[in-house]
């Protein structure tokens, strides 16, 4: 498997947190009457978690941007 040639940044981190956090949250709505639809209902807690991560993650992005920029 191929290694990255960089690691990801803080605000790429936090966005790939947000959109799982959403994806997990709003993955019911759309999967309703598949199997599926019970396990990813179930793990609300861990959607709530990445969307609190990934802006935790980018405030503190934006915070290090600020303080170089001044």
Same mark, same amino acid.
């Given at each position: 498997?191929?290694?990255? &040639?960089?690691?990801?940044?803080?605000?790429?981190?936090?966005?790939?947190?947000?959109? =799982?956090?959403?994806?997990?949250?709003?993955?019911?709505?759309?999967?309703?009457?598949?199997?599926?639809?019970?396990?990813?209902?179930?793990?609300?807690? +861990?959607?709530?978690?990445?969307?609190?991560?990934? +802006?935790?993650? =980018?405030? +503190?992005?934006? =915070? &290090?941007?600020?303080?170089?920029?001044?």
């Amino acid at each position: 498997m191929a290694q990255p &040639k960089r690691q990801l940044r803080t605000l790429e981190r936090g966005i790939l947190c947000l959109v =799982i956090g959403a994806a997990v949250l709003l993955g019911p709505r759309f999967l309703q009457g598949t199997r599926w639809f019970e396990m990813v209902a179930g793990a609300y807690l +861990v959607g709530w978690f990445a969307l609190v991560l990934g +802006v935790a993650l =980018i405030v +503190v992005e934006l =915070i &290090k941007r600020g303080k170089t920029r001044q």
